[in-house]
């Protein structure tokens, strides 16, 4: 104490001695959040004191902006989009850019199979269909260097396009005659609906044309049907998961269900054993019957596996259940959470625009190529080919490169957002969730995303990428060397096997980056410890998160399959209650119904299963903060649930001695490093006394 007060006085004298006053003491509380150990962590509930983590990744995402916009702007210097989006001709001209045609930049076509010619603008009215006038036509250059004066075309027009004293498209003689049409990115497109068909159905299925035909007409009913009613049947569906009994109902009858399947299919393939032996005479062979009744026996021995199972996992399947209500009502106090998606289309547009130009002046740079081509019976014309430029090929992998982190970054934004929502939403007692948590509880979820683990987002999101990458590169070299890996059945089947290994390394970094980016929402840990964390966690708690997994895919799929039928039944109700309907058939707008209703749910039951992987993440971190055992954040029926068919307490005492054990060894690990600092800190403290001493004596003196 006299120390202390001697030192405190010595301060006040002096004011560069007050920093040893406050130095412990800033260090000891500095200590726990400056380590870079989070191991600590692991056993908290939800962090609020953050700190930026994989910020070197971060780094690397930024430089690979700055890279793909040095190459973008190179492509821009070289290269020139019209090379590749404006139209060419027969003679292999760019329309508006090249040789003699500069000034006519609109494309009109000749032929059926898409060659025609360059014209300053779209004819405005049709020409007769019985006109010879060479006026009233467009023909091929090669038709019009083989006959040069309007006499000789226009006998050259009703000797070869003409049937009946009308012309006929399907003739493909090199002239077409003019018909009223709109110029749509540069490209003469007929006004007359029956003209667009004719050409569309010279070479391709009348049934495609039906179809496209069936679909404008009712494009309204399609999309209010294929995205607004099935939206609102998407939260039909949330709102019943809420309620935990449906969800047992729904649970179980699948259950149950598949069982009564494996059941009919064991009963039907024995009895059809005994129908094939006592056939008279005799249908199959002793074989085929022996062969049969094996496979019966080994499906009786599957379903009685999958009862056994079913009785085992009973109270597993109940908990998932309750996980699953927790998690609608988790989407029902956060609506918003169903519109994260839009914020990664936004994301990804804003990438896109300078994407896709710099893609364009860079798959543009290089020069045009021209084929001659004489087929019999049609007028010569040319192909023109692109020649790119040598280093287009490797500028262009790097682009796709760019695009697949990019695009799985964007992706994984959200997902570690939608995680840190819910995350936030858990972590608040159940009675105060209803005045702290709503819409604006996502809005906080994406600041902290954005302020400190942009870096971990993008550590996965590159490593999914890389797995991406390696695989569009292997598909090239497929396509490239097709014929010699064909004659080489070795190759083929490594090139097999390499490309099944990818597509499962793929899903697995895809598992273990989600199930990270929750850890990452929970303790605010870099990427390769929330892999850790999150790894003995699932570990720890297999057979839990498994038998979710299963619950959880079971009642998503059967949403999806409510919904899309749904949705598609709605729409053919409607059309066949409607006896002035346009469409002249059903199929087509009932199929993209059913498409797009999927596409909608889909999007909405990816968004839910995160939301069940998350909350059950957290349930299972809260049950393991607790020495009890108890999620003191989950509802009252997982608590009651837990206690009574949690963790047995053997495994309970073993980890939390486990844990204690670890904790006992860094605390002496802590006390030795800490004696020796104590030891330094003597020594210098001994020093300034001396000297404080000296200073006291010198001015008392």
């Known amino acids: 104490m006299g120390d202390d007060k001697l030192q405190k006085s010595a301060s006040m004298k002096s004011g560069k001695f007050s920093m040893y006053a406050l130095e412990d003491e800033h260090k000891e ?31 690397a ?61 779209c004819p405005t009215v049709d020409a007769p269909l019985n006109s010879n006038d060479p006026d009233s036509y467009y023909c091929l250059s090669a038709i019009h260097s083989a006959y040069s004066t309007n006499s000789s075309l226009s006998t050259y027009i009703s000797d070869n396009c003409f049937t009946s004293g009308e012309f006929d498209l399907t003739l493909n003689c090199g002239c077409n005659i003019k018909r009223a049409s709109t110029s749509i990115f540069h490209r003469c497109i007929f006004d007359d609906k029956q003209v667009r068909e004719d050409y569309l159905s010279a070479n391709t299925n009348s049934y495609f044309v039906s179809f496209v035909s069936d679909i404008y007409e009712v494009r309204r009913l399609i999309f209010g049907f294929g995205v607004l009613f099935s939206f609102c049947l998407c939260w039909v569906w949330c709102h019943f998961l809420a309620n935990k009994y449906v969800g047992l109902m729904l649970c179980w009858s699948c259950i149950f269900l598949v069982l009564f399947m494996m059941i ?29 009744r094996y496979f019966s026996m080994i499906l009786m021995a599957i379903t009685f596996l999958f009862f056994c199972a079913m009785l085992y996992l009973r109270k ?25 998606p839009v914020i990664q289309v936004i994301g990804l547009v804003l990438f896109m625009i300078p994407f896709f ?130 004659l080489n059945p070795i190759a083929k089947y490594l090139l097999c096997c390499i490309k099944c290994c990818l597509v499962c390394l793929e899903r697995f ?27 003995y966690l699932i570990a720890r708690n297999i057979l839990k998160i498994g038998t979710v997994h299963v619950a959880s895919t079971a009642a998503l799929v059967t949403g999806r399959v409510f919904v899309s039928v749904a949705s598609a039944a709605c729409m ?11 469409a002249s058939g059903f199929v087509a707008p009932v199929i993209l119904v059913l498409i797009l209703a999927w596409m909608v749910v889909t999007i909405f039951m990816d968004i839910f299963h995160m939301v069940i992987d998350t909350t059950l993440m957290c349930v299972l971190t809260d049950e393991e903060c607790r020495e009890d055992g108890v999620a003191i954040y989950a509802s009252t029926d997982i608590n009651e649930f837990i206690k009574a068919h949690g963790v047995s307490e053997d495994d309970k005492n073993k980890y939390f001695n486990d844990e204690e054990n670890k904790n006992e060894e860094e605390e002496e690990e802590d006390k030795k490093k800490d004696k020796k600092k104590d030891k330094k800190k003597d020594n210098k403290k001994k020093e300034k006394e001396t000297e404080l001493t000296s200073v006291v004596t010198t001015a008392e003196v």
């Not at 994984?412 to 995350?423: C, D, H, I, K, Y």
């Open 29 to 59: 509380r500095d200590k726990k959040f400056k380590t870079k150990d989070h191991s600590f962590r692991a056993k908290e509930g939800l962090v609020k004191e953050r700190s930026c983590t994989d910020v070197l990744c971060l780094i």
């Open 61 to 121: 995402l930024i430089l690979m902006w700055v890279l793909l916009t040095i190459v973008g702007i190179a492509g821009i210097q070289n290269g020139d989009p019209y090379r590749i989006i404006s139209p060419i001709n027969d003679v292999g001209n760019i329309c508006g850019y090249t040789g003699n045609v500069k000034d006519e930049s609109r494309f009109y076509i000749v032929l059926t199979f898409g060659i025609g010619v360059c014209t300053k603008e």
């Open 264 to 292: 009919a299919v064991t009963y039907l393939a024995w009895t059809t054993a005994d129908d094939w032996n006592n056939d008279e005479p005799p249908t199959h062979s002793n074989r085929e019957i022996t062969a049969l």
């Open 316 to 340: 597993a399947i109940n908990l998932s259940v309750k996980v699953i209500s927790l998690s609608a009502h988790a989407i029902e106090d956060m609506p918003m959470l169903i519109f994260t």
């Open 357 to 486: 130009f710099y893609l364009l002046y860079v798959a543009s740079d290089g020069e045009f190529v021209k084929t001659e081509i004489t087929p019999a019976g049609v007028p010569s014309y040319y192909i023109t080919t692109f020649d790119p430029a040598p280093t287009v090929l490797r500028r262009l992998w790097f682009l796709v490169g760019c695009f697949l982190w990019q695009m799985n970054f964007t992706a994984m934004v959200g997902s570690l957002a939608l995680a840190t929502a819910v995350a936030m939403w858990y972590f608040t007692f159940p009675n105060e969730r209803s005045s702290k948590i709503g819409n604006g509880t996502i809005v906080d979820a994406y600041k902290t995303t954005f302020r400190y683990h942009l870096g971990t987002v993008a550590v996965g999101s590159f490593l999914v990428a890389l797995i991406q990458f390696l695989r569009a590169v292997l598909t090239y070299i497929e396509r490239k060397h097709k014929r010699a890996i064909e």
């Open 509 to 535: 970094l895809k598992f273990v980056s989600k199930h990270a980016y929750i850890q990452t929402a929970i303790h605010g840990t870099n990427y390769f410890f929330s892999c850790k964390t999150a790894f």
């Open 572 to 582: 053919y109700y409607v059309l066949n209650r409607n006896g002035q309907n346009e």
